[in-house]
């Protein structure tokens, strides 16, 4: 089975640093995708950024970035220029190739932003 | 484009009682997926529907169950609640859910069992 790890429960950063969120996965599969969401207080689950495990790029999306490293099976997301707004519990996701929508969550780490 | 909506948004039940829940998708999906998010058990899936035919199921009891309509509409009902059944229920839907198409969440149901 599919198991997906976020060692730190709670993070906190000031305004404008740089901050990285550390996940790691396990599976057997080869070709699987990989997430981070963002749940802020209102409890909506927004999609952050998303990996494709057949590409060896990181995949960036504006201050998002993440560091995948398949053979170590970690997918950690960097937050650069941190903003009050980027307050929120993240979670990193993993689902298989063709096991259609059943993501498999960790445990989420709360990220502080303080100004 | 309309997001996923829920309703109800919360709901307080009492033990013993059974409960449905409901997922409209975003239009032109025809996947939905349930989760249960929880403090201690953290987010689970339920279920996944798709075309009205349940395509993938998590380990939960038989008291959690679904169904999807012809319109795409889902619905969930978890029967004999218990207290342990307090949790956000949120629920998903993306375009055909076959090989990967992302999922939208929508703002969940809060249930309280008392």
């Known amino acids: ?115 | 484009k309309a997001g996923v909506t829920q309703t109800p948004r919360y709901l307080i039940k009492t033990r013993g009682q059974q409960v449905t829940l409901s997922c409209s998708p975003i239009s032109g999906h025809r996947s939905v997926s349930w989760y249960q998010q929880t403090p201690g058990q953290g987010l689970q899936f339920l279920f996944e529907y798709f075309s009205e035919t349940q395509r993938n199921k998590g380990n939960f009891p038989g008291r959690f169950s679904g169904r999807q309509f012809s319109n795409s509409r889902s619905e969930m009902n978890v029967s004999t609640l218990e207290l342990g059944d307090s949790a956000l229920y949120l629920c998903a839907s993306s375009f055909t859910g076959g090989r990967y198409n992302e999922q939208f969440f929508g703002p969940g149901t809060r249930l309280t069992v008392l």
């Open chain 1, 1 to 115: 089975a599919q198991t997906v790890t976020q060692s730190q429960p709670e993070m906190s950063v000031q305004e404008a640093e740089t901050v990285t969120l550390s996940c790691t996965y396990d599976t057997s599969e080869n070709n699987y995708y990989l997430f981070w969401y963002k749940q802020p207080p209102s409890r909506q689950m927004i999609l952050v950024i998303r990996q494709e495990a057949y590409k060896q790029q990181n995949a960036t999306e504006n201050r998002f970035s993440v560091n995948f490293q398949k053979a170590a099976k970690s997918f950690s997301l960097k937050i650069s220029d941190s903003q009050l707004g980027d307050t929120a519990m993240y979670f990193c996701a993993y689902v298989k190739e063709t096991s259609g929508s059943r993501l498999t969550f960790g445990e989420g780490t709360q990220l502080t932003v303080n100004p």
